[in-house]
């Protein structure tokens, strides 16, 4: 194979690698194959570039363009998969590897692509949370609201995942609004190169949203304001350098880190050998040792388990990890590839070693281990290596030296509070697990804890067909954790959407707030429809357009009629005296339901028209009792449009009853999808 030349994406322009170029190797055969960087990048032509083209181009489209756009990009990715996972099998990466990396990564942008069009109104604004009531009658309410920051969001990404890393971050990113500049780890930039040109050359992204440091990124980060973002996954000591940037912290820059974390697996007192849990337990762990080479941040580094199964633990570790055939990743046989290069192995076998200075190694012998289809001394290799620390309690390096490799140690616990305070001693970690069927046991990791991890994966009997793994970050949760493992938090679905935002809390008016809102708040002025809104199409329809119906009477025949026919003859409707014992109600009711039928039928037009469907309500309240006597009327008020596809779209209807003084019965909103 000829040296691959990985460039960067500047500002429009490939770069090649030139003055101050890195070689990479392979980690299978240790032989160079790439070299990247170029001490001449003008980088401060990409923040420009990214500030004033990419930007402004990004943040003209809807939430809904870019999620369209999302999905496009990994369509396009998912084309392409096969040259993706050729060049990574040099990163030491097997096949199982590659569906983590890069069917991962792409499943991810789907996700996002999906909640943006699901979750993310076809506007420029995302409402956050509800209208807040900041006065008596109504006319000065509160409303946050998210923009997207109006800078560049600079990825820095580890090693270890060069394709999933980077989208996990730049999904929410363009899903935001705002371009990116993605610095892959030089050791496995060809990778995310490849990628990268692959959504490049689609066309489906505007000029500037996307550009690609391969190799040294120079002084960019002294170079950053207030309107951009920094996401990193690395080493903490790198992260740490990093934040400490002038920049970064005269200018409050957001520093989002993800960094190393010494995740940690419980194995419940409930889940002794022979139950479904003990060997769930042997499975995930081992898997989680050897995916990827044990390279994962979320990986389990500390084997927790009861002190009277810490031998059997051993042994089932054991007996599976012996069965791990480890060799070149492209042999359908190899189960382990190799780390991702040759410094890296000398920094786990270092670590490992550290690690036994407090813990003896009971599995895997670096010196003595085979290899299948390469050499063991020129590519990457380790075995899986198994430690057991006989005193958790006064060790220190078994709960603070990550070893970024196929490296776990085994460690006793007395009970569950005891099991507790040693997970906690990772001091901050990504994930912690728990394999018990008893809730109970889940409860009070939960609350002793929680605190300490960013996220807690519970599995047993019930849940293990379906689980998707200790290690697997998921688009919809959130992947970060407090104190080691950086202090940040990404993905979360429309959370992770909201870093690359920012929050602004916006007092007025109804009509103020409505307007900033694409949103129609409760109080703001009225549209007079020209016609009954059903008889119009989802285009013609405007927000605030108001209908008033005429007033309809509820008669004790009514309800006498309405509990028969349904068989809801719940006191309140029937019986006069017992309803009155009752602190709500002045005598017999109306059925809520009754009032929400009436009021269909006092402002539904008929015919067939543009309205397909009712899909829904959502926040209904009864506020007001309504007795034989009293009469009721609607007002119906388009709340909000939100197109669905190219046929039809959602408008949601804010809906009140009132009675004949004006009181209010009932509100709540109608969701109804409405053809174009
Ligand atoms: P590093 O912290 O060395 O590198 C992470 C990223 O930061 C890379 O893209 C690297 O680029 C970049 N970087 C390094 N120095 C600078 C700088 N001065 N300015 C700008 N960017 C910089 O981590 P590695 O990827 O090499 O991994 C090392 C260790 O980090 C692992 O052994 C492991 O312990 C830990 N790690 C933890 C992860 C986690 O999520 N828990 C994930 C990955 C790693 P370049 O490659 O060009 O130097």
């Known amino acids: 194979m000829s040296l691959l030349e990985i460039s960067s994406y500047a500002a429009g322009d490939w770069v090649k690698p030139g003055a101050g170029a890195r070689n990479i190797a392979s ?16 980088v401060q032509a990409m923040l420009d570039h990214a500030r004033k083209v990419g930007g402004p181009a990004l943040r003209k489209l809807t939430f809904h363009d870019r999620a369209r756009m999302l999905k496009a990009l990994a369509t396009e990715l998912g084309k392409h998969k096969d040259a993706l996972y050729d060049l990574s099998f040099h990163t030491g990466a097997t096949q199982s590897d590659h569906m983590i990396d890069i069917d991962g990564g792409i499943g991810t942008m789907f ?22 009531q900041l006065s008596r009658t109504g006319s000065f309410l509160g409303q946050h609201i998210c923009t997207p920051l109006q800078g560049v969001a600079v990825h820095i990404n580890a090693f270890n995942f060069p394709v999933w890393g980077m989208l996990e971050k730049l999904a929410p990113t363009l899903l935001a609004g705002v371009p990116a500049i993605v610095k892959p780890a030089t050791a496995t930039c060809y990778v995310t190169e490849l990628a990268v040109k692959i959504m490049l050359d689609s066309g489906i992204l505007p000029e500037g949203a996307l550009q690609l440091v391969s190799g040294g990124i120079g002084d960019m980060l002294n170079r950053l304001d207030c309107q951009d973002v920094v996401s990193f996954t690395g080493s903490a000591n790198t992260a740490l350098k990093l934040r400490n940037t002038p920049a970064i912290v005269e200018n409050s820059v957001r520093f989002v880190a993800e960094q190393d974390s010494l995740n940690a697996s419980i194995l419940g007192p409930d889940a002794a050998p022979g139950t479904p849990e003990f060997d769930l337990f042997i499975k995930e762990v081992s898997r989680e040792m050897t995916a990827k080479a044990g390279q994962k941040c979320t990986a389990v580094r500390r084997i927790i388990a009861p002190e009277a199964q810490v031998q059997a633990v051993i ?3 054991s007996a599976r990890l012996a069965k791990v055939v480890i060799g070149d990743p492209r042999l359908e046989t190899t189960r382990m590839g190799a780390l991702v290069s040759g410094s890296q192995k000398r920094d786990v076998l270092e670590k490992a070693a550290l690690i036994g200075t407090e813990a003896k190694r009971v599995f895997g012998d670096p010196e003595n281990f085979a290899v299948e289809g390469a050499d063991a001394e020129q590519g990457a290799f380790v075995p899986p290596m198994l430690f057991h620390c006989e005193d958790p309690d006064t060790a220190v390096h078994v709960h603070d030296t990550e070893a970024f490799g196929p490296v776990s140690t085994v460690m006793g616990y007395r009970d569950l509070d005891h099991a507790i305070a040693l997970a906690n001693r990772g001091q901050g970690s990504l994930v912690a697990s728990v394999i018990t069927h008893d809730p109970a046991v889940a409860r009070a990791v939960a609350l002793g804890s929680g605190a300490f991890h960013g996220r807690l994966y519970f599995n047993n009997r019930d849940s293990m067909k379906e689980s998707t793994g200790h290690g697997s970050p998921l688009p919809h949760m959130v992947h970060g954790g407090p104190g080691r493992a950086g202090g940040g938090e990404e993905l979360g679905g429309v959370r992770g959407v909201k870093h690359y935002m920012q929050r602004t809390a916006i007092q007025g008016s109804p009509d103020i707030l409505s307007a900033i809102g694409d949103k129609w708040v409760p109080g703001g002025t009225e549209i007079a ?57 002045p005598g017999r009711v109306a059925h809520g339901y009754l009032l929400l039928s009436f009021a269909a039928g006092l402002f539904v037009q008929p015919d067939e028209g543009p309205v397909l469907a009712n899909t829904g309500l959502d926040g209904l309240r009864f506020m007001k009792p309504v007795s034989a006597g009293d009469s009721i009327k609607v007002r119906l008020t388009v709340k909000k449009k939100t197109p669905r596809n190219e046929e039809y779209g959602e408008v949601r209807w804010h809906v009140t009853l009132t009675n004949q003084d004006d009181e209010l019965v009932a509100e709540y909103e109608l969701l109804t999808m409405n053809a174009f």
């Open 27 to 42: 980690a299978v055969t240790g032989a160079t194959i790439a070299s990247a960087g170029n001490d001449d990048l003008d």
């Open 111 to 132: 996700v996002f692509a999906s909640k943006g069009r699901r979750e993310m109104p076809d506007g420029h604004v995302y409402l956050d949370g509800d209208v807040e």
């Open 315 to 317: 042994e089932a570790l």
């Open 529 to 585: 429809a020209p016609a009954h809104p059903f008889t119009r199409k989802y285009g013609e329809l405007s927000i605030g357009e108001t209908l008033h119906t005429a007033p309809r009477t509820v008669t004790l025949d009514d309800i006498e009629h309405f509990a028969h026919f349904t068989g809801d003859t719940f006191y309140a409707h029937m019986d006069d005296a017992a309803a009155k014992r009752n602190p709500f109600f």
